[in-house]
């Protein structure tokens, strides 16, 4: 068992995978556990479905052939981030991209490579579990911060169990079609993903470091005497 501190600074975003299969009980304790986040006068608004064995393998053939063959009329459904990126964002957007792509040997302008590897977010990028997260859509946006804090519980708890994880926000470029593969009711809709496995430690793409901003540059503390 670690720390808490531990599980937070050994939090990854891990996207590769080793074979090694995760019980469903050990994923069922983590949601269990992750369930305890804190909610605005406890609405709980998360939907989990969790994906593994046949069930992944085929959710996840039927989502990658979608987005490789209408990847240029895809659209999202809400803004995820911004809808044009400015400073400092912008910065901070290009220096974990390019860093990535450095270690992915993807040159600036191959968009073929570019797009393969965005592919592999649709595979849960060879993870043994795949969680898809469900949210009704007259939820305010409260609620979906409620939502930050479930899935942030269960990236931490995953470390507890020696698991990695890496939240999705691409599944929502292709929410039309996964409402349709996990037979949402039409006032639910896709928040996002989460692939979570044993890291494979002997791949490169897992050794991306980003960096963070120091604590003078994000925070203030007013003092009152």
Same mark, same amino acid.
């Given at each position: 068992?670690?720390?808490?501190?531990?599980? %937070? %600074?050994?939090?990854? $975003? &891990?996207?590769?995978?080793?074979?090694?299969? &995760? $019980?469903?009980? %050990?994923?069922?304790?983590?949601?269990?556990? $992750?369930?305890?986040?804190?909610?605005?006068?406890?609405?709980?608004?998360?939907?989990?479905?969790?994906?593994?064995?046949?069930?992944?393998?085929?959710?996840?053939?039927?989502?990658?052939?979608? !987005?490789?063959? *209408? $990847?240029?009329?895809?659209?999202?459904?809400? /803004?995820?981030?911004?809808?044009?990126? @400015?400073?400092?964002?912008?910065?901070? @957007?290009?220096?974990?991209?390019?860093? /990535?792509?450095?270690?992915?040997?993807?040159?600036?302008?191959? !968009?073929?490579?570019?797009? *393969?590897?965005?592919?592999? *977010?649709?595979?849960?990028?060879?993870?043994?579990?795949?969680?898809?997260?469900?949210?009704?859509?007259?939820?305010?946006?409260?609620?979906?911060?409620?939502?930050?804090? !479930?899935?942030?519980?269960?990236?931490?708890?995953? @470390?507890?169990?020696? /698991?990695?994880?890496?939240?999705?926000?691409?599944?929502?470029?292709?929410?039309?079609?996964?409402?349709?593969?996990?037979?949402?009711?039409?006032?639910?809709? &896709?928040?996002?993903?989460?692939?979570?496995?044993?890291?494979?430690? @002997?791949?490169?793409?897992?050794?991306?470091?980003?960096?963070?901003?120091?604590?003078? *540059?994000?925070?203030? !503390?007013?003092?009152?005497?």
């Amino acid at each position: 068992m670690i720390t808490i501190q531990d599980a %937070i %600074i050994s939090r990854k $975003s &891990v996207r590769s995978f080793t074979k090694k299969q &995760v $019980s469903n009980k %050990i994923i069922k304790k983590i949601l269990e556990i $992750s369930s305890q986040a804190p909610s605005g006068s406890n609405t709980q608004p998360w939907n989990v479905h969790v994906l593994t064995g046949k069930a992944l393998k085929k959710f996840t053939s039927q989502a990658k052939k979608e !987005f490789m063959s *209408n $990847s240029e009329n895809l659209s999202l459904e809400r /803004l995820n981030y911004m809808k044009k990126y @400015r400073e400092p964002y912008i910065s901070r @957007r290009r220096k974990v991209g390019w860093d /990535l792509y450095q270690i992915l040997n993807i040159k600036k302008g191959d !968009f073929k490579k570019t797009k *393969n590897f965005h592919a592999k *977010n649709y595979e849960f990028f060879g993870a043994p579990v795949g969680l898809i997260f469900s949210i009704e859509k007259d939820l305010g946006w409260m609620s979906w911060l409620d939502y930050g804090m !479930f899935i942030q519980n269960i990236c931490l708890l995953a @470390r507890n169990y020696g /698991l990695h994880t890496c939240p999705q926000a691409a599944w929502g470029l292709i929410y039309k079609k996964v409402n349709v593969l996990l037979n949402l009711n039409k006032n639910y809709t &896709v928040h996002c993903g989460l692939a979570i496995g044993y890291e494979n430690k @002997r791949s490169k793409i897992n050794t991306l470091k980003t960096d963070r901003e120091k604590l003078d *540059n994000f925070c203030k !503390f007013n003092y009152y005497l």
